[in-house]
C-alpha cells in the first residue's frame, strides 16, 4: 500500500538478481547474472550490449520464451518460473506483442489475415477478429494496405504490419528486437515515430538494439556488458556514447 492507502503500482517487467547459466558440455557459461531493473507501465526502453553481451538471453526472458537459472523475473506480477510451458504461452499471447528484425510475415498470406493470425490461439475466440485486425492496421496507418500479401509491399510496410499483428491481442508490452535492423535510414524513423506514438499513447515498449541513434529515441537504456547490466539511465535524444 502507498502512503495514501492505494495499492502500489505492479511494474510490468521486474527482474531480481536474475542469472542464466547454460552448460557446454563441462563448461558453464554464465549469460546473465545479478541482474536487477524494473520497468513501469508506459516506458519506453532500449536494451544495448554487443554480441554476447546477454542482451538476447535477457530478452528471452522478458518475453517468456525462457526462465532463469535463478533469482526472479515477473512479467505483470507473474514469476514466470512458476509457470507451465502452456502457462507460458498462454502469458505470451495475452500480454507481449513480438515484433522481429525480418518481420516473420507469411509470404502468401494478407496484411489482414497475418495481423489476425494471433487470435485464432486466443481464447475465448474474439466475436469479430477482421474487426479487431482491421482497426490494428488502420493505427499503423496500414488501411489501404490490408488486402496485400508481403510481397507488393515495402520493408516498412511490412514491418508495420508486424506491428499491427502485436498489438492485435492488446498486449501490455510490445517487445521489439531490431526493430529496424533491415530498414533504411528514412524508414527506420518512421517506425521509431510509430513506436513513440504508440508509446504516448501509454504501451510499454522495450526495444533490444545495438544502435545508439535507434536507442535514443528511446526514454530509458538498460546497457548489459558480460552478462551484468552495466547502465541504466533516462534518455535525452542524444546519440553520445555510453559510459565504459
Known amino acids: 500500500m502507498t502512503a495514501e492507502g492505494a495499492p502500489a503500482k505492479v511494474p510490468v517487467v521486474a527482474a531480481h538478481q536474475l542469472a542464466k547459466t547454460y552448460q557446454l558440455g563441462e563448461q558453464a557459461v554464465h549469460a546473465l547474472r545479478d541482474v536487477s ?19 538476447s538471453t535477457l530478452m528471452n526472458l522478458i518475453g517468456a ?4 537459472t535463478s533469482g526472479e523475473m515477473r512479467i505483470d506480477g ?14 505470451r499471447n495475452h500480454t507481449i506483442g513480438f515484433v522481429f528484425q525480418q518481420f516473420n510475415l507469411l ?15 486466443t481464447m475465448p475466440r474474439p466475436k469479430d477478429p477482421d474487426a ?19 510481397s507488393r509491399l515495402s520493408g516498412g510496410q511490412q514491418q508495420r504490419v508486424a506491428i499491427a499483428r502485436a498489438l492485435v491481442n492488446s498486449p501490455k508490452i510490445i517487445l521489439a528486437d531490431e526493430p529496424t535492423g533491415a530498414l533504411d535510414t528514412a524508414t527506420s524513423l518512421e ?26 529515441h528511446a526514454r530509458r537504456l538498460l546497457r548489459v556488458r558480460d552478462g551484468r547490466l552495466v547502465e541504466d539511465r533516462a534518455m535525452d535524444g542524444r546519440f553520445e556514447e555510453p559510459k565504459s
Not at 513501469?40 to 546477454?54: C, L, T
Not at 509470404?107 to 490461439?121: C, E, G, Q, S
Not at 482497426?135 to 508481403?150: A, K, N, T, Y
Request: charge should be negative.
Open 191 to 216: 517506425i521509431l515515430t510509430l513506436f513513440k506514438n504508440l508509446n504516448a499513447q501509454g504501451m510499454t515498449i522495450i526495444m533490444v538494439t545495438h544502435e545508439l541513434d535507434v536507442a535514443a
Open 78 to 91: 507473474i514469476d514466470i518460473a512458476t509457470l507451465s510451458r502452456d502457462e507460458l504461452a498462454g502469458l
Open 37 to 55: 531493473f524494473e520497468i513501469q507501465r508506459g516506458e519506453f526502453v532500449a536494451i544495448m550490449g554487443p554480441s554476447g553481451s546477454g542482451k
Open 132 to 150: 479487431i485486425a482491421r482497426r490494428c492496421l488502420e493505427q499503423v496507418g496500414l488501411g489501404s494496405r490490408m488486402d496485400h500479401v508481403p
Open 107 to 121: 509470404a502468401r498470406t494478407t496484411a489482414l489475415d497475418n495481423v489476425k493470425l494471433p487470435l485464432t490461439y
Open 65 to 68: 520464451l525462457d526462465v532463469p
